[in-house]
């Protein structure tokens, strides 16, 4: 039965105006996961149009942090509950699941970026403004105010102090002015973890007596997008379909003239950062064995709109090119999401494979990111125990890397429920 390939392209613009600004008012809200042009909340797995990453430490097994392109809304659960109703909690990965650890001060912070601009009629002439904010994330982070010439300003923070609860029981929250000229400025959230699952949400206005905007002062926007494989063969997109890699992407100009091309990562993602305004092309090329069947000409034209994320899709099918498969270089991974070792003589033991004939890089850890069982022989089987001792029932992360000679490494993780 032949896979459908979807891939997904979105797209955002970021600013259209000089000093004089382009739709000022007198008040922004700069909440994480808030579409001002839509006066909304954006869904779960879309991209922020106003906010991206610009900094990410070493990424978790599995995942790959787009360094430089929008940030990814996730979903509110009961645990993180202190999101205000117009905004969410930012992910610099296309998933609640990514385990990360950048506590130690030693290590890099993630950091998000948004810029918004100030404006008035003596460029010279200082303004107040007032931030009125609240944050909080899992597990620390702190907000800072940055001008054109990169001199920043702490305007809120967290406390330093690790919960095993993950957040702490109320938010951090300024309301303070400052005298600012006009211009481009940017608001910086710096990002902590201790093994848990990275999230970071900031709720918030700015005001101003003066006219301020959610836009910068120079005109630019983004194209990104996600290269996806329609599992259940339904012919759309949705949460079950996964990601594809290996796509290169081409963004051409209203003369055909290539701007720019990348490669969809491990993720399936994509970006194209800092766009002129007007009309683009922008064509998915599939890696060998993939084709596009919709549209015909595998690719689509948009004209960008200031801050407007638009949607397009690509479908393609497996075309007739076999891939080349080495007799005895193999490796099919079949990885369970339950294991039972309760001594039934039924699921006692975990595999991450029966028939692979290559060696990996394998491991399975717990919710603190302590590694409970790890080999390099996909067969060997694991018991459920950890230095001789069983393990506790709950939910477990593996990651699993298998080691090919002729190609690059295939990588899968995900999340594993021990039953006893």
Sequence with gaps: MKAIITLVALLTLSASFSQTCFGPVSAINISTGWDPVTSAVI????????????????????????????????????????AGANSKYLNAYPTAQAL???????????IFEREFCICADDPAQAVAVTFDLSLNADNWAEVYLEDAQGVQTLLVAQPYVYSQANFLSTPATVNVVHQLTPGT???QLHHRNKQVVMGVNLDGKIYSSALISDNSCVKRGTVAGYSREDSNLNGIEDASDAKSQGWTMELRNASNTLVSSIVSDHSGYYFFMDVDPGTYTVTGVPPVGLEVIVPATSSYTVTIETNVVQVSSFLGTPNDEEPVVTVGEYCVLDVPNVFTP???????KFYFSTECNLPIDAKIMNRWGNVVYETTDAAEGWDGTSKGLAIAAGTYFYSCVVKYADKEDEKVSGYLTVIR
């Design 342 to 348: 309760n001594g039934d003589q039924v699921n006692d």
């Design 43 to 82: 869904n779960d797995y879309d991209f922020d149009p106003m906010w991206r990453l610009v900094q990410a430490p070493a990424d978790p097994p599995g995942w790959t942090s787009n360094i430089g392109g929008p940030a990814i809304c996730i979903p509110i659960t009961s645990s993180w509950m202190f």
């Design 100 to 110: 990360t650890d950048n506590w130690a001060l030693n290590t890099t912070q993630y």
């Design 185 to 187: 400025y940017k608001l």
